[in-house]
């Protein structure tokens, strides 16, 4: 999945180019004189005047949504986003994931299954010492950013935070939104992690479909905790200086009958996800499902 595999890998993806033109200089000569117009022979000095605010990320990991359906419910904190976001509910985890372990792993190291080595919610098999996690990438970068990473998982926990300056696993999702807002209060943080997992819990028991009340519940109920995030990260007193990219993505879909099957992986409702990258500077930019071709009919 293109979306998932362009994720931040050193602070350097915040920074702008900027880029300095030659002016040319037209000249009319002719065979019998000097030029009419010549550039003073000064010794000049060029600079850019251009203030970077500091590079900051807020990347919120939600377990069991389904593209459509956090679409279909029309969340107004996940919308507020997106006029200033790449973004697509059709994004793809990986097609044979059962498990979250496989794409939490591409989550972080920015490779797929056949190179980081996790196949499951088992971590034995990793290869993140070929394939680093993001932090241990950001670390050799810059060794101050501070990064911290909430989580309702254990298996999260224990498998994705080193290189991380705290971690903590906490009991509920509630916990990791009232632990980001705390931590969102403290200046010197720049890289924060919040991983939710009560819509897959709800989706295993009532089905991940919005028309399932308690999953439509499970949908809102995380926006709202996204919105609490976002209006802590706004009152920053240093907001104005800082330059934040927000990320918002499902690590995996969930198992519901699909009406509409076209023999692809974006009709395999598991791997089906949303991915969105926001920052100030971002142009609305929608990504649809590509063109596939049309099925064949007759006999």
Known sequence: ME???IFLTTKKVFWSLSILGLIPVLSTISCQQEFEKTIPNKAHSDSVDVIYGKPKVL???VDGIRGQSIQAVQPPNINSLLNHAIYSWVSLADEG????????????SGVDKEKHGVLSDDFSTNNFDTYPLIYERIKHADSTTNIRVFTTSSVFKNNLTSDTDES?????DDGVRS????ALRDENVGFITAHFSNPDKVGAAAGYDESKPAYKDALLNFDKALGDMLN???ERPTYQEENWLIVVTSSIGGAYPVL???NTIFSNPVAHTFTIFSAPRYNRRFISKPFIGNRFQGD
């Open 97 to 108: 994931a059962t498990e979250p372990g496989t794409n939490w792993a591409s989550l972080f």
């Open 168 to 172: 903590q696993l906490v009991a509920d």
């Open 179 to 182: 632990a980001v807002v705390t």
């Open 59 to 61: 990347y919120v990991v």
């Open 260 to 262: 509409e099957n076209d």
């Open 232 to 234: 802590a990260l706004k």
């Open 3 to 5: 979306l998932k595999k």
